[in-house]
Nanobody, 123 residues
């Protein structure tokens, strides 16, 4: 069982930056692929980024490339999502998720989820 707790969300002005964190309880955190998804009101959950267990490979959603950076610190059992040049359309609840095996971009592939952290970007 893996427990995930996100933090770092909040209200930010457009153009600003945020770092989201996701702390995991798993003793074998380094074996999990970690992903970030987001969900805006009335929309489906959207893939943001994923990072493999060793941190060597990162995948990003097509519209996320350039402003989003995923990273992980296995010693701290934490995965991060840095967001630059925030836009109002980035407003959503951001979730981290974990899975074993290979990286994936669909929510259904992930086994464990955090409760989410709200990011609101004002114009």
């Amino acid at each position: 069982q893996v427990q995930l707790v996100e933090s770092g969300g909040g209200l930010v002005q457009a153009g600003g930056s945020l770092r989201l964190s996701c702390a995991a309880s798993a003793r074998t955190f380094s074996l999990y692929v970690m992903g970030w998804f987001r969900q805006a009101p009335g929309k489906e959950r959207e893939f943001v980024a994923a990072i493999t267990w060793g941190g060597r490979t990162a995948d990003y959603g097509d519209s996320m490339k350039g402003r989003f950076t995923i990273s992980r610190d296995n010693a701290k059992s934490t995965v991060y999502l840095d967001i630059d040049s925030l836009k109002p359309e980035d407003t959503a609840v951001y979730y981290c998720a974990a899975k074993r095996g290979s990286s994936a971009t669909i929510p259904q592939a992930y086994d464990y989820w955090g409760q989410g952290t709200q990011v609101t970007v004002s114009s």
